[in-house]
């Protein structure tokens, strides 16, 4: 890969699966690999141009002044790369600007440029707290400690409502000042806003009458914080009975209707916020899943293959419908799956995915994951986590350019034929972080007609910062083109093969939403078949002839690794466990996405004082060793035999092994240090050769060895696979390359 992307990324937080873009559609199909841009809202940029004006626009695009305008001085007329058009410069410009004295966004160094809008507007946060009680006493404890730790976290001056599932709805009056009451809604009633607007008793005709009605469902944390600890307190397991052995009655989907419509009521167009813990799936009312007979079991992938889900479509359309009215309020979901069993996350994950929110998956409101999670998302720190809210973000490009799709937050849009209308890949984002990467593939023009050799595109972010301040961020970037139609390697040094491979497994989950797995596999097995036969240097029939150049070398070896992936494969993974890892990688940067598809890997061992980077492969699991896997989704640390027996012996608690105690411990704060930064929080194990949980990291290396077990480390005879190993894949795929057409 070139270092252009990687200082791309660094300057801009803008990857892209091919540096050197084709000029027209017909180079665009030969190069297989779609152009996929990759980009980074609020990536923290060091360095970063920050001024305190009204940007420039373009009078025709509404382009921002960018520095690869073109600029007659003499005239004080800059020219927009996007349109062409030609630009007069306000009077404040033309009276500084001249060939030695320009603004800081035409400087070359400030491609990406962020504006600050207005005066400051301090905008109190508002949480709504849905809580689950259908659930046992220890987890419902567990779960009201850690919000009532959590409040300590949240500002001042926001505004808290509370409300909780079970058989019914209730919704806390927190404006009342004794406490305590509650309005009930039956949780298995139809209600539209109207309904629940008028028993709520708000039904005045002017609408500021409908806003002091519907706050007196919120509370300040500054005013009431002892009160809101006491009422959360209270909150009690639901009483409502059920048969033995069947399932809870829940109304997960009325409360977030409840809840919605609230806030459209309370906060209208104001950015909130919907903070939802639930501990089973929604089993009554709008939006169930599945009924309380037990007898009825929860979708599995075999039943959706089957189409045999009577809930899954209505459900799903339910929620989306939910999603799309809270994304036009501002209202962002973040939601905490907390159950062994599933929950309703393939139902419900559009609420999150829509609104910019966050899924957290994990066994129970008692664990690490679940608390360390809820304190890092309300505890934020914009210093190493920057967030926004109210997020609008477009994409501009030259007038030949098309975008046939957008994935990523706030909904996918892919169109067959070239779209020209941008206006539908504006993305609205009630809630953004520094993490939320958004991807577009570029449709390219029949004919070639350019004057100059570049193609340009610019982002364009207007959102809330932090400091309650509205912010745009421009950034302009431009790609050099080839118009070679017979000389195809001059792709070949802008190829980046991790954003390409980012790409397809987009792609590839896209495409799992109406295709088997087993098709997908397909799709990319050829995909990979078709690059390869493009850019490899082979003669016809020749093994040994075959060559391919470092540009592409590890393409092949990510693709090994995306076939066998959460995403891909459904053994023993639920649904809902499915559609968490697929939805996160369709939100996170190539860093993070990378680590998902092939996980990373270190080695410690006393040969060297410091960790290194070894081949996910069965061959690095040594007896003398310890590993660190991250594969994003889970941090792993592995012991080999012989480690593991020192460490039961004691060995690093006596005198003269203070060595071997710290290799014990380097892992375990480079694992720490993870945990530490990312999020959502991924599960940490620590684990021997031959437990249980090693088999977490032999599902996920390469299996060289194939049946040949015998130099592994400890019991070698409990890693047996039926898996093709890399070796196998790559041959494979160099015999269906060199065949003739």
Not at 444 to 465: A, C
Request: one cysteine or more; proline letters at 5%; hydrophobic letters at 40%.
């Amino acid at each position: 890969m070139t270092e252009d992307a990687f200082s791309l990324e660094a300057k801009d937080g803008v990857r892209c699966s091919w540096m050197k873009w084709p000029s027209k559609k017909f180079l665009a199909d030969r190069i297989v690999v779609p152009v996929s841009v990759f980009y980074t809202p609020l990536k923290q940029i060091e360095g970063l141009g920050l001024v305190e004006y009204e940007p420039l626009f373009c009078n025709i695009c509404k382009g921002v002044l960018n520095p690869y305008v073109g600029v007659d001085f003499k005239a004080k007329v800059w020219s927009c790369p996007l349109c062409f058009n030609k630009n007069a410069f306000p009077p404040h410009y033309k009276e500084y600007i001249s060939e030695s004295s320009i603004p800081s966004e035409m400087t070359p160094q400030f491609t990406t440029m962020e504006y600050i809008l207005g005066h400051s507007e301090l905008v109190p946060s508002i949480y709504l707290f849905i809580i689950d009680t259908c659930c046992t006493t220890e987890e419902l404890n567990s779960l009201k400690s850690s919000i009532i730790n959590s409040l300590s976290l949240i500002p001042e001056n926001s505004y808290i409502g509370i409300l909780t599932i079970g058989k019914n709805v209730f919704l806390y009056n927190l404006g009342w000042k004794e406490g305590g009451r509650c309005y009930t809604f039956k949780g298995d009633r139809i209600y539209d806003p109207k309904n629940i607007k008028d028993q709520l008793g708000i039904n005045h005709h002017d609408p500021r009458g409908n806003i002091a009605g519907g706050r007196k469902f919120f509370t300040t944390k500054s005013e009431s914080e002892f009160s809101l600890i006491g009422i959360i307190e209270k909150i009690k397991p639901d009483i409502w009975p059920t048969a033995v052995g069947d399932r809870q009655y829940r109304c997960t989907g009325t409360a977030l209707n409840v809840a919605v419509s609230l806030l459209e009521l309370a906060y209208p167009k104001r950015n909130s916020k919907i903070l939802l813990f639930v501990a089973g799936v929604c089993t009554a009312g709008q939006g169930m899943i599945v009924s309380v007979d037990i007898k009825e079991t929860i979708r599995t992938h075999m039943d959706i293959r089957n189409q045999n889900t009577v809930n899954m479509k209505p459900a799903i359309e339910y929620y989306k419908q939910l999603a799309k009215r809270a994304v036009g309020n501002g209202i962002s979901v973040d939601a905490f799956f907390c159950a062994v069993d599933q929950t309703g996350i393939l139902e419900m994950k559009s609420l999150c995915e829509e609104t910019g929110g966050h899924i957290i998956l994990t066994d129970s409101f008692n664990t690490e994951i679940f608390q360390r999670s809820l304190t890092r998302l309300l505890g934020e720190n914009p210093e190493t986590f920057a967030v926004g809210s109210d997020a609008v973000i477009q994409i501009h490009t030259e007038k030949n350019l098309g975008i046939a799709a957008k994935i990523g937050p706030g909904g996918n849009h892919v169109h067959d034929k070239t779209q020209k209308k941008l206006e539908e890949f504006i993305t609205v984002l009630p809630s953004i972080d520094s993490n939320t990467t958004i991807s577009y593939i570029i449709d390219f023009p029949e004919r070639y007609d350019k004057q100059h050799g570049f193609y340009f595109l610019q982002f364009q972010t207007n959102y809330r910062h932090f400091d309650g301040r509205k912010r745009l961020r421009v950034t302009t970037v431009k790609f050099p083109i080839v118009n070679n139609d017979i000389d195809i390697t001059h792709f070949i040094p802008g190829f980046d093969q991790e954003s390409a491979a980012v790409a397809v497994a987009r792609w590839a989950v896209i495409k799992l939403e109406s295709k088997e797995p087993l098709e997908v596999i397909r799709w990319i097995d050829r995909t990979l078949v078709r690059l390869i036969k493009v850019f490899a240097s082979y003669l016809v029939d020749s093994k040994e002839s075959f060559k391919l150049c470092r540009e592409f070398s590890l393409f092949p070896q990510f693709m090994f690794y995306m076939r066998r992936s959460q995403f891909l494969q459904t053994f023993n993974i639920s649904p809902d466990e499915s559609s968490y890892y697929r939805s996160l990688i369709l939100s996170e940067n190539i860093t993070n996405s990378l680590l998902m598809v092939q996980p990373a890997l270190l080695e410690y061992s006393f040969e060297s004082p410091e960790s290194r980077p070894v081949l996910l492969d069965i061959v690095s699991l040594k007896h003398d060793v310890i590993l660190l896997m991250d594969s994003f989704f889970i941090v792993l640390v592995w012991h080999g035999d012989t480690i593991a027996s020192w460490r039961k012996a004691e060995y690093q608690n006596k005198e003269g092994y203070e060595h071997f105690k710290m290799l014990l411990q380097l892992p375990l704060d480079d694992a720490q240090g993870i945990l530490n930064e990312r999020f959502p929080v991924p599960k940490f194990i620590v684990t021997d050769c031959g437990r249980t949980q090693d088999r977490c990291l032999k599902a996920r290396v390469n299996p060289s060895t194939g049946g040949n077990v015998e130099n592994l480390p400890g019991d070698g005879g409990n890693y047996l696979t039926d898996d093709a190993n890399l070796k196998m894949f790559t041959d494979s795929m160099i015999e269906y390359v060199i065949k003739p057409q």
